[in-house]
């Protein structure tokens, strides 16, 4: 039934596809679609506004029109589908951003859960055939060098993009894999040192690539090759909250529980804040 009452508005001019609303929407309410934050439906947004907070550039409110009544079992149908859990009964949904941003991280350290929903079947070849994408080990330099010499590169694989890795690479499997925001990998002045030696690295930018596509691949990964650890790495700016969308909606997809952890850089390509599974 249409009634007239409180619901979400969206300035798409505003907008920066950043994430961080849909992070802040415990009932699944908003999606990314083409770099926009959208409402998927009337029926799920309560009308409430705990999106509107974190968007750091005003491009939502609440207003009043004719919309559909809120439905609390469409909600619940919803974040099934999207593989999140369910709060008890009489409590609001838990926000995402919380189980799997930079507080989250501590909490799955009991180990793997068991994935459901993503069969680990074997990852055709890219259709492209370019030697380029080629899986291979590589062999970093025994130790980073002295501040008189030249650092030796500590990259332990290749390919490197998200949408070039193979799900079945063996430097995938158990591995502590790094969720590399492109622009964080040119801004990081001491990558290789500092995170590099002994893990495994999938770059992807949140704001120009395809967000479904990388949620897609990167829950395959998680599915088969099960990595001990996930950690995003990312920039200040409000863009690049995307990926941990992205890593979210993987997770819940791929239905696995590594180690979280984060790490954000600033543009002068300081550390502002760092949550390391391995520290």
């Known amino acids: 039934m249409r009634k007239l009452r409180n619901i979400i508005q969206i300035d798409e001019e505003k907008c920066t596809g950043c994430g961080q609303c849909i992070l802040d929407c415990a009932e699944g309410a908003l999606q990314l679609v083409d770099g926009k934050a959208k409402l998927v ?9 705990a999106c509107l907070s974190g968007c750091p550039t005003g491009a939502l409110q609440v207003i009043q029109r004719e919309a559909d009544d809120f439905d609390e079992k469409a909600v619940e149908d919803l974040l099934r589908s999207q593989g999140r859990e369910l709060p008890p009964t009489g409590q609001q ?7 799997h941003g930079h507080h989250g991280h501590h909490g799955h350290e009991h180990g793997h859960g ?12 890219l259709a492209c055939g370019c030697p380029g994408s080629a899986a291979m080990s590589l062999a970093p330099g025994a130790a980073p060098a002295t501040a008189s010499g030249l650092a030796a590169s500590q990259l332990g694989h290749w390919p490197i993009k998200l949408q070039l890795l193979n799900p079945q690479a063996p430097f995938l499997k158990n591995a502590d894999l790094l969720l590399l925001a492109d622009c964080a990998g040119a801004s990081l002045p001491d990558l290789h040192g500092r995170l590099l030696r002994g893990r495994a690295i999938a770059l992807a930018c949140p704001k120009l690539d395809d ?20 950690t995003t790495v990312i920039m200040e700016v409000p ?18 529980q590594p180690q979280l952890g984060s790490l954000v850089v600033a543009r002068d ?5 760092s949550h390391l599974p391995w520290e």
């Open 239 to 256: 863009c690049c909250r995307g990926l941990e969308y992205i890593a979210q909606q993987a997770l819940a997809k791929a239905g696995v």
């Open 41 to 49: 439906g009337e029926i799920f947004c309560d009308g409430l506004g």
């Open 211 to 230: 967000a479904q596509a990388h949620i897609d691949k990167l829950a395959q990964v998680l599915a088969t090759a099960q990595p001990r650890s996930l």
């Open 269 to 273: 390509g300081r550390v502002l804040e």
């Open 114 to 125: 068991h994935h459901h929903g993503l069969a680990a079947a074997p990852q055709p070849a």
């Open 93 to 99: 949904p838990q926000h995402s951003h919380h189980e």
